[in-house]
């Protein structure tokens, strides 16, 4: 129901004259006439009725002014409950991702949207990632192991420089004494994931699929391989990014240092942005997206 008849209904019943309700709801006699006629045959009762050359409010008619403030009210409360949610959609930014992201982006990420948006910022899994999306729980997605899904779209938003990264213990020993890379211990994460179309069985993205490493240990953590890194005890395959800002922070000797193979032809993986795909571009995704692209 169209609840500026119910409206105009209501100055009729205040003025009890047809000119003059439509001059105060500024619209034509003829106007008002076709709208409360409309409402009678909603409601399937007559409101009014002719009295001489005016008008008379019929007892239905009266019955029924009696609720019209509270059905406007009410219509008021749900436009602000509306509103809110809008407000509440455009504030709070909840993200999916994992470590790499998470400990790693999320100040600079806080600090680009804003104090106006809240956020969340979930640690997940590829695949759940995804899941956690069109499930509802979470808004956006960031990763550089996708999982594709009919009710997304994975933007590619750039790439991250990955790779083999040991102490100078390791670099110097494979260097010299030409180790064999079969041999060379490995950190890497306990977390699988599956149906990727890189091909990658672990968190770190490593290409298990076409080479095959030597995993001493396992770990859920992404501080805890790091710390087994610099500890000269194995190699991890981890962002440059993130290796540039833990050297900034160790002393000399813990410092890890990129060991190149000619196994790894290839190591920069795409970054996904990923969302659901009736969204549209806002805000949000364009702060996601800048903070993304900075990575190298």
Request: glycine share 6%.
């Amino acid at each position: 129901m169209d609840t500026n008849k119910i409206r105009h209904f209501k100055s009729l019943v205040q003025t009890k004259n047809m000119r003059e309700a439509a001059q105060i709801l500024g619209i034509s006699h003829a106007g008002l006439s076709k709208s409360i006629k409309s409402l009678e045959q909603e409601l399937g009762v007559d409101l009014i009725t002719k009295d001489g050359r005016g008008i008379k409010i019929t007892q239905a008619g009266l019955r029924i002014a009696q609720e019209i403030d509270r059905l406007l009210l009410e219509e008021e409360r749900l436009l602000q409950l509306a509103n809110q949610e809008q407000i509440k959609v455009e504030t709070i930014c909840r993200i999916g991702t994992f470590e790499v992201f998470s400990t790693y982006l999320a100040p600079d990420i806080m600090t680009q949207l804003g104090d106006d948006i809240q956020v969340e910022i979930r640690e997940l899994t590829p695949g759940k990632i995804e899941e956690a999306i069109i499930n509802g729980n979470v808004d956006y997605g960031l990763t550089y192991i996708p999982v594709p899904h009919h009710q997304l779209d994975h933007l590619n938003i750039g790439h991250v420089q990955m790779g083999l990264y040991g102490t100078s213990k390791f670099n110097k020993q494979y260097i010299s004494d030409k180790v064999d890379f079969d041999l060379l211990p490995f950190v890497a994460p306990l977390t699988s994931v599956n149906d990727t179309p890189t091909r990658a069985q672990g968190l770190d993205g490593w290409p298990d699929g076409r080479i095959k490493r030597f995993i001493k240990y396992r770990v859920s953590l992404l501080e805890t391989a790091l710390s087994i890194s610099r500890s000269s005890l194995a190699v991890g395959y981890f962002p440059t990014f993130l290796v540039d800002l833990h050297n900034k922070n160790v002393k000399s000797e813990f410092k890890l240092h990129e060991i190149k193979i000619s196994k790894l032809d290839s190591t920069k993986q795409p970054i996904y942005l990923v969302k659901r795909k009736e969204d549209q571009e806002n805000r949000i995704t364009k702060v996601l997206g800048k903070v993304l692209r900075k990575l190298k």
